[in-house]
């Protein structure tokens, strides 16, 4: 029952009228996705060098959750 589903999801997409900006919009959301996870995943390796050197007398740890603290209170208000 799925594949049938999946089957005719396809059909769908192949038969729109526009076929050409949807296949653009998802190539281009597509290139967006890996961008942000290769520059998370950047970050995540890297986070703490980078807090060292803008916070050297501070632990990473305490910068990070510093940041994070005020960052969460900054978007709940």
């Given at each position: 029952?799925?594949?049938?589903?999946?089957?005719?999801?396809w059909?769908?997409?192949?038969?729109?009228?526009?076929?050409?900006?949807?296949?653009?919009?998802k190539?281009?959301?597509?290139?967006?996705?890996?961008?942000?996870?290769?520059?998370?995943?950047?970050?995540?390796?890297?986070?703490?060098?980078?807090?060292?050197?803008?916070?050297?007398?501070?632990?990473?740890?305490?910068?990070?959750?510093?940041l994070?603290?005020?960052?969460?209170?900054?978007?709940?208000?």
């Open positions: 029952m799925i594949k049938h589903f999946i089957n005719l999801e059909k769908a997409f192949f038969r729109s009228a526009s076929l050409g900006k949807s296949i653009a919009i190539i281009f959301m597509g290139f967006m996705a890996l961008y942000f996870m290769v520059m998370f995943l950047i970050m995540g390796f890297f986070m703490d060098k980078i807090l060292k050197e803008i916070y050297p007398d501070l632990d990473a740890l305490v910068a990070f959750n510093g994070l603290f005020f960052w969460i209170i900054g978007f709940t208000y």
